[in-house]
């Protein structure tokens, strides 16, 4: 999905989060309405916090450049020190702090991937 793309799709969730609060209403084809009462508190929660779930994973999604058909790393993190670095500032790849060599942040979190959940 493309960056644009996401942020439109995550600004719509919170625009419908906003959109239930006001009314006390969902609909979800655009033609019926289903009256949500209390269970507005509920659905504009879950609308809003899915909303900025996708606005911040979107920002913060790591985008790789290709150039020649080659994936080029852009941001790798450190498996010791749990820092992350652009690509292009490591020599080698190496952590300046720990000289560990680092991780693509895709393969990290593949790796690590109970880690997702404290970003
Ligand atoms: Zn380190």
């Not at 289903?34 to 508190?41: A, T």
Request: glycine share 6%; net charge neutral; charged share 25%.
């Amino acid at each position: 999905m493309k960056k644009v793309l996401g942020l439109f799709f995550g600004l719509y969730l919170l625009y419908s989060a906003y959109d239930v609060y006001i009314s006390g209403r969902f609909s979800p084809d655009g033609y019926y309405e289903i009256e949500l009462g209390v269970f507005k508190y509920l659905v504009t929660s879950v609308f809003a916090l899915l909303g900025f779930l996708v606005v911040y994973k979107t920002i913060n999604r790591n985008e790789k450049i290709s150039v020649n058909n080659e994936t080029l790393i852009e941001y790798s993190k450190c498996p010791k020190c749990k820092k992350s670095y652009n690509y292009s500032e490591l020599k080698d790849g190496m952590c300046p702090t720990c000289n560990v060599k680092t991780i693509e942040m895709e393969e990290y979190f593949k790796k690590y991937p109970e880690e997702l959940n404290d970003v």
